[in-house]
């Protein structure tokens, strides 16, 4: 019953849900019930874990270009790993950014790869294409100890969490601006076969309108 | 003029193909033939007065145009653009509806600058923005943008300043041209009309007939509205915001300042006048779910001083309301719109003019992505006063019934 007691302390203000130590995850839906990719879901205990886990080694992650679009929509970086931009198509992109997490530029020409960009700052960072308008992608940055995205079933898995009280925050690119991303307390126990834990997202048209024949855009 | 755009042409072939890859070069085209259903009165396309494209005569299959817009990515900063369409309606015309420049370096602040040299649309509509200035809601545009399409054109250059921020978008331009002093002819003369006939730089537009043989040059019906006549630069200002999950506003001034006194020769007619034409736009964009409404609203006049101490104006109004479902392959839309004109002679109504109204409702179907079928009703009524003294019924009440097959490229 450790889960209950967590439940009858959790925050007055903020929603707490019970779950499970070990394999638990969270479904990110639209309001029409679509699961929602490309959402990053954090996790972040309220009090120090006794044993957290080691930092992994800074990496170096792709951010490629496919038919005028950037894929993935969203990376997710730790503070010290690196981005490269990676052309893939047969045309000339200009790779920018000017958010206060970093600002950028690159001029990449088919086939060509960008230098590793190093990201040292947590927050996000919105990119670009100067010469695409339509192509968008944004960089996660984040310390929090525990982090994942959603697939395209809107999924995201988080494999071995230690019991405890938690703050999850889910984030996509397509909140309306302004608004609070979601934020809930969650109570890992140490039972096991906890469902997933549901949440729903208010979210905009995806603006990566890609230029139409019926719509050029210049 | 024609020379300055066969210049501007010259000028892009010169310097942006050979900067850029051919992987960096876009063509988009369209290639559109219908079946019509005309209203029983001759169109203003045929020297009529019906305020619709096609009319008397005009039932059958007919081609509905074509047109390749050609974009060139000289450089990361530099674009070379032009849409250059065929028609048969009115007469054959091979014309430009656009050829420009644009130079629009990085910026990695939230500030953007870009500048845009040549013969361009001003940014009035938020309905057109498809190839050859067509509409991906209805075949034929709002009176506000079929007048845009027949008369208005920027020879010149504009600047834009945006600012990116993180729940909204500003955006600042401003155009210096000339060429477009005969713009507000039509207006005066015919009156607006709802027709999706585009008429680019090298094409020329005509009064109809009955107003040519009482006011004008019966055996010179037709004028070119992309030529200069008085000197004088003319301006806009637009004004956009965009934000999302609430749309966009534009408000846009615009003012040929011509001299209403000038006037020129062409192709032997000494009638052709510069027309001051000014007026305001405001256009919004907002979606609602998969429901998309543009609204838009102008207000202007357009002036000529045929002889010293007349001032002959013409003051013009419309607005339109356009809800659009997006269903996938299927995009029903609905528009209505009111329109209006009022004549002045130094400043004193004369109550002389046209009201009327126009309700659309087309039904697209987009089964591949290179084809779109519409199905499109169009019905315009409404009286001008004016054709009174044209010896000619003042009411009109027009339905016009289309069914095209769109080829897109």
């Not at chain 1, 703050?167 to 906890?194: F, K, M």
């Not at chain 2, 420049?101 to 001003?122: E, I």
Request: net charge neutral.
């Amino acid at each position: 019953m450790r889960w209950l007691l967590g439940v009858v302390i959790a925050s007055a203000l903020l929603a707490v849900r019970a779950v499970s130590a070990g394999e638990w995850s969270v479904r990110v839906q639209d309001d029409a019930h679509r699961p929602v990719g490309d959402a990053v879901a954090t996790l972040i205990p309220d009090a120090p874990l006794p044993a957290p886990a080691p930092r992994a080694p800074a990496a170096t992650k792709i951010v490629d270009q496919k038919d005028e679009t950037f894929v993935p929509y969203v990376q997710v970086l730790r503070p010290g790993d690196a981005v490269v931009f990676r052309n893939s198509d047969a045309t000339r992109h200009h790779v920018y950014s000017f958010s206060a997490v970093k600002s950028f530029e690159f001029v990449l020409a088919p086939g060509e790869k960008s230098e590793p960009l190093m990201l040292d700052k947590p927050g996000i960072a919105a990119v670009g294409c100067n010469i695409h308008d339509h192509m968008l992608t944004y960089l996660y940055v984040s310390d929090a100890p525990n982090i994942g995205v959603s697939g395209p079933d809107g999924v995201i898995g988080f494999p071995s969490l230690p019991p405890g009280r938690y703050t999850l925050r889910v984030w996509h690119p397509q909140l309306h601006p302004g608004r609070a991303e979601l934020t809930q307390v969650v109570q890992i126990s140490d039972n096991v076969s906890a469902p997933p834990l549901s949440v729903t997202l208010p979210l905009l048209p995806d603006p990566r309108t890609r230029m139409d024949r019926e719509h050029m855009e210049y | 003029m024609k020379r300055r755009v066969r210049a501007a042409l010259m000028l892009i072939a010169l310097v942006a193909i050979p900067l850029a890859n051919a992987q960096d070069i876009t063509v988009h085209a369209y290639l559109d033939a219908r079946l019509v259903a005309a209203p029983d009165m001759t169109s203003w396309t045929r020297g009529g007065v019906g305020k619709t494209r096609y009319g008397t005569a005009d039932d059958g299959l007919r081609f509905g145009g074509a047109a390749v817009a050609i974009a060139i990515q000289a450089t990361p900063s530099w674009l070379a653009f032009a849409d250059v369409q065929y028609q048969t309606t009115d007469r054959s015309t091979l014309d430009v509806i656009e050829a420009y420049l644009r130079y629009r370096p990085v910026s990695t602040t939230p500030w953007r600058a870009s500048v845009k040299v040549g013969a361009f649309m001003p940014p009035v509509s938020l309905e057109n923005d498809g190839v050859g200035w067509t509409s991906p809601w209805t075949l034929t545009p709002s009176a506000i943008n079929s007048w845009v399409g027949e008369e208005l054109r920027a020879i010149g250059a504009q600047g834009q300043l945006e600012w990116r921020g993180k729940r909204q978008t500003l955006a600042l331009s401003g155009a210096l041209f000339k060429d477009n002093d005969p713009t507000g002819t039509l207006l005066a003369d015919r009156g607006w009309s709802v027709s999706d006939l585009t008429y680019g730089m090298g094409s020329k537009l005509r009064v109809p007939d009955a107003y040519a043989r009482v006011f004008g040059d019966p055996d010179h019906t037709r004028y070119n509205p992309f030529q200069e006549i008085d000197g004088r630069w003319g301006w806009y200002a637009n004004l956009a915001w965009q934000a999302p999950g609430y749309g966009q506003v534009q408000l846009m001034r615009y003012d040929n300042r011509a001299d209403p006194a000038a006037h020129t020769v062409y192709e032997g007619s000494a009638d052709v006048f510069a027309w001051h034409t000014y007026f305001w736009s405001l256009g919004a964009r907002t979606d609602t779910g998969a429901v998309t409404w543009i609204a838009q609203a102008m207000d202007g006049g357009t002036r000529i001083d045929p002889v010293p101490g007349l001032g002959v104006e013409t003051r013009f109004r419309s607005a339109f309301l356009l809800v659009g479902w997006n269903l996938g392959a299927w995009r029903p839309a609905l528009r209505v719109e009111h329109f209006s004109t009022g004549k002045r002679v130094n400043g004193s109504p004369t109550g002389r003019g046209e009201s009327g109204n126009a309700v659309t409702a087309a039904l697209n179907w987009r089964p591949r992505a290179w084809l779109r079928v519409t199905g499109e009703v169009l019905r315009v009524i409404g009286d001008r006063s004016e054709l009174k003294a044209l010896g000619l019924p003042t009411h009109f009440a027009q339905t016009q019934m289309q069914l095209s097959a769109r080829l897109l490229y």
